[in-house]
Structures are given as structure tokens and as C-alpha cells.
């Protein structure tokens, strides 16, 4: 599975920004997907899964009614909708995979950079 996410980009603290995740096949009725982010000396942070097997949505405290993840099937892509945006939201920010029922996400997109100004 290869994943391209894009989208990232420089806004304003406030601002919205929408990343996308295209995956190579149409694998969404057997993997989970998710969103990672790394900010520069930080581990990398678990943002939001997507585990439609089971209708889950999870989101980390700290972007917990501010980003929204959601997919469009006839897209075959996965997005990332980020509002009200803060400078600590600045990281590279990676789509990842998993077939259900696992634990861990073996594949990984390229990671897009999102920049938020103060």
C-alpha cells in the first residue's frame, strides 16, 4: 500500500487547512487509516483514526473539536479538515494504514508540512 498525502501548507493561527491522503488501491473496506504529526524534537503524535469497521472515529485531546477526519469513497481519498489552527498544531503531518484488526501501521505516506503563524 503507498500512500500520497498533500495539502500542508503556511496559515495564520485561526486559520483551516484540509489534508488529503490518496492511497494506491481502493483499500478503505479493509484498512484503517489515521493521521500521525511530528513537530521538530517531538515523538511522533497520534491525531486521528479512522476505523470505519466499526464506525470509530478517534481524535487526541488536542485537536478534539477542531479537526475532523472523513473519507470520500468515489475519491478514493482520506482528508484531514484542520480549523482554528494554533502555532503547536506546526508539524509534518503523515497519513498512515492498517489492515483491521491490527494493532500497528506499516505504511506510511511521505508527510506534508503545515506551518502555523502566530
Known amino acids: 500500500v503507498q500512500l500520497q498525502a498533500s495539502g500542508g501548507g503556511l496559515v495564520q493561527a485561526g486559520g483551516s487547512l484540509r489534508l488529503s491522503c490518496i492511497p494506491s488501491?481502493?483499500?478503505?473496506?479493509?484498512?484503517?487509516m489515521a493521521w500521525f504529526r511530528q513537530a521538530p524534537g517531538n515523538e511522533r503524535e497520534l491525531v486521528v483514526v479512522?476505523?470505519?469497521?466499526?464506525?470509530?472515529?478517534y481524535y487526541a485531546n488536542s485537536v478534539k473539536g477542531r479537526f475532523t477526519g472523513s473519507r470520500d469513497n468515489a475519491k478514493n481519498t482520506v482528508y484531514l479538515q484542520m480549523n482554528s489552527l494554533k502555532p503547536e498544531d506546526t508539524a509534518v503531518y503523515y497519513c498512515?494504514?492498517?489492515?483491521?484488526?491490527?494493532?500497528?501501521?506499516?505504511?506510511w505516506g511521505q508527510g506534508t508540512q503545515v506551518t502555523v503563524s502566530s
Open positions: 498512515a494504514a492498517r489492515t483491521i484488526g491490527t494493532t500497528t501501521w506499516p505504511y
Open positions: 488501491g481502493r483499500i478503505f473496506s479493509n484498512y484503517d
Open positions: 479512522l476505523n470505519w469497521s466499526v464506525g470509530y472515529t
